[in-house]
């Protein structure tokens, strides 16, 4: 855990009541997040200082949980774990709320846009909506970057109050160079921007506008102007405008920013060019705030018979207190943004002793608030892995899903999506067979003639997927390739009725091939995943009553990873 991301004071005493596991499970998602997602667990025992057993222990149990997963002698983070942040973006609504008028004004600027949310002394991304640019925003979600060093800092430092400031200077004196943000190059050694000096906008006595005085005045301005502007503090060439959102009820709840290049813009003339349609945008999003319906309660998880269950069978290798306090964050979410300890307790199926203990401890590390015995997620529950795996792609989720499923049938597997007319192939394992499928990741084939191509094809509207058959040269690529438009047609309908597709020798002589579809949130096949193999391996039958059903299993924990994954960030093809 980084210093400047810790919300527990220095010497602070730990309450008698935490849970020591918890604590530490917590320190170790905490490592391999700053890590980047995985790290070594020889590297968790020396950055924690843990004893290895113990290590060993918690790594096992969010393995179980299917936090993480053992890959050699590497943890690395699965989109699972991102259901934490999930339940503290889901309380606070704004993403799902603001999220695609953040896109759509990013559309009109054709800049970056990001909304962030106050943490103490430091601004917490909860949305991006990046350009692809050879030179673009590198944010993640959840990345936490020092109040003084953004546009959207002076804005949330506008309302603190003397021991907020207090707080900010001595996270300054304790780190001078903002090495606990691991989101940012590190400042100069005179304690300026990266390269130690102002930011060109900076006061009179050369006090650079990240030092003291120098946010103090930002601050002011922004405070009175409305709006707050980041020339290059950062790091060079990035600059930034943002203007902040209000709730219904007058206070700010998070800022809007828009973040563009000195090749573009100087400060002084995004701010011109880009503040009346930012404003606008906000007014937006404030109306949108206003006509918001209260959300209905979701669902929670209610992981707790789950985590009895699992304790059964690891015995003590499984530290349920670990499983069990971790379930405590997914009692929240939209509609249960503030929850009392009866109502976690009710939510998560444990016993209100178990669920005070997990909130004493959650308060004391900073990812809850408390307040008139009223509990609230804070935004440092984005801290936990959701940095990295906001940029997840659907190889990356895919992959380890594919590797299992080669493990069970013995045959190559892959994943691919439809490009056009084409399947492009975005993620592939292969069997250790001496006579196995070739195919390379990005390698095409006609979707006509795949069976993956069939599966994708037979997912769209009928009016769509005739014309991409009347447009589409259907050649005979091997003597038994169905070219006939409407035997394809006919085909194609059979495999939407029946959820899958075989084609045997039609794509290549010898290859025989079974595709399933893989589904987003809404429903819509956004890939598919086969088995290929030599038609001498296995008959049709046998394809079908063995390899089917593992497919079928494959595609289905493919989507589930998909639908957390997806839920607030989107999830690139490849």
């Given at each position: 855990m980084t210093p400047a991301d810790s919300a527990v004071p220095a010497g602070a005493a730990v309450p008698t009541e935490a849970v020591g596991p918890l604590m530490r499970g917590i320190a170790v998602l905490r490592e391999i997040s700053d890590a980047g997602g995985r790290a070594s667990v020889s590297d968790l025992v020396r950055t924690t200082g843990l004893a290895r057993s113990t290590a060993d222990r918690i790594t096992a149990t969010l393995a179980r949980m299917g936090y993480l997963r053992l890959d050699g002698h590497l943890a690395v983070l699965t989109p699972r774990l991102m259901e934490l942040g999930n339940a503290y973006l889901a309380s606070l609504r704004l993403p799902g709320l603001l999220g695609p008028l953040a896109e759509q004004l990013a559309e009109e600027l054709d800049e970056s846009v990001s909304l962030a949310v106050p943490d103490r002394d430091g601004i917490r991304f909860v949305h991006q909506t990046t350009r692809r640019r050879a030179m673009s925003l590198t944010f993640r979600i959840g990345d936490l970057l020092p109040a003084?060093?953004?546009?959207?800092?002076?804005?949330?430092?506008?309302?603190?109050?003397?021991?907020?400031?207090?707080?900010?200077?001595?996270?300054?004196?304790?780190?001078?160079?903002?090495?606990?943000?691991?989101?940012?190059?590190?400042?100069?050694?005179?304690?300026?921007?990266?390269?130690?000096?102002?930011?060109?906008?900076?006061?009179?006595?050369?006090?650079?506008?990240?030092?003291?005085?120098?946010?103090?005045?930002?601050?002011?301005?922004?405070?009175e102007q409305g709006w707050a502007l980041d020339d290059q503090l950062i790091e060079p060439g990035?600059?930034?405008l943002a203007v902040p959102v209000h709730g219904p009820d007058?206070?700010?709840?998070?800022?809007?920013?828009?973040?563009?290049?000195?090749?573009?813009?100087?400060?002084?003339?995004?701010?011109?060019?880009?503040?009346?349609?930012?404003?606008?945008?906000?007014?937006?999003?404030?109306?949108?705030?206003?006509?918001?319906?209260?959300?209905?309660?979701?669902?929670?998880?209610?992981?707790?018979?789950?985590?009895?269950?699992?304790?059964?069978?690891l015995g003590a290798e499984f530290l349920e207190s670990l499983a069990r306090g971790l379930t405590v964050l997914t009692a929240?979410?939209?509609?249960?943004?503030?929850?009392?300890?009866?109502?976690?307790?009710?939510?998560?199926?444990?016993?209100?002793?178990?669920?005070?203990?997990?909130?004493?401890?959650?308060?004391?590390?900073?990812?809850?608030?408390?307040?008139?015995?009223?509990?609230?997620?804070?935004?440092?529950?984005?801290?936990?892995?959701?940095?990295?795996?906001?940029?997840?792609?659907?190889?990356?989720?895919?992959?380890?899903?594919?590797?299992?499923?080669?493990?069970?049938?013995?045959?190559?597997?892959?994943?691919?999506?439809?490009?056009?007319?084409?399947?492009?192939?975005?993620?592939?394992?292969?069997?250790?067979?001496?006579?196995?499928?070739?195919?390379?990741l990005g390698t095409r084939f006609p979707a006509y003639a795949a069976s993956m191509g069939r599966v994708l094809l037979a997912d769209l509207a009928p009016a769509e997927r005739v014309a991409r058959l009347a447009r589409t040269e259907l050649r005979a690529l091997t003597p038994r390739t169905v070219t006939g438009p409407a035997e394809l047609a006919t085909l194609l309908e059979r495999v939407e009725r029946e959820g899958y597709a075989l084609v045997d020798e039609e794509l290549e002589e010898g290859l025989r091939s079974l595709a399933v579809p893989v589904r987003d949130r809404t429903g819509r096949a956004v890939a598919a995943v086969n088995v290929a193999m030599h038609s001498s391996r296995r008959s049709v039958e046998r394809c079908l009553r063995e390899v089917l059903p593992e497919l079928r299993c494959t595609a289905e924990a493919i989507e589930a990873d998909l639908r957390i994954a997806g839920r607030f960030t989107h999830i690139p093809s490849a």
């Open positions: 003084e060093r953004t546009a959207p800092g002076p804005l949330f430092a506008a309302d603190w109050d003397e021991r907020a400031w207090v707080r900010w200077r001595e996270r300054r004196a304790a780190d001078p160079e903002d090495r606990g943000f691991p989101a940012v190059p590190p400042r100069g050694p005179d304690g300026g921007g990266p390269d130690g000096g102002s930011d060109g906008d900076g006061p009179d006595d050369g006090e650079s506008d990240d030092g003291e005085s120098g946010f103090e005045a930002r601050t002011a301005r922004a405070a990035l600059i930034a007058g206070s700010v709840l998070c800022a809007v920013s828009a973040v563009s290049h000195t090749s573009r813009h100087s400060a002084d003339s995004l701010r011109r060019a880009l503040l009346p349609r930012v404003r606008e945008a906000v007014a937006a999003m404030e109306r949108a705030l206003r006509e918001a319906r209260t959300a209905p309660a979701a669902a929670p998880a209610g992981l707790a018979d789950w985590t009895t269950a699992s304790k059964q069978q929240f979410g939209e509609g249960r943004a503030e929850l009392t300890l009866s109502a976690v307790a009710e939510a998560t199926g444990l016993a209100r002793a178990t669920a005070r203990r997990a909130l004493i401890t959650f308060e004391h590390l900073g990812y809850v608030s408390a307040r008139d015995r009223i509990f609230r997620l804070t935004p440092r529950v984005l801290a936990l892995g959701y940095p990295p795996l906001s940029r997840t792609t659907l190889s990356d989720i895919a992959t380890p899903h594919l590797v299992t499923l080669v493990k069970k049938v013995h045959d190559s597997a892959s994943l691919a999506v439809l490009t056009g007319d084409d399947i492009q192939y975005t993620a592939r394992v292969a069997t250790g067979r001496v006579m196995s499928v070739n195919i390379t």
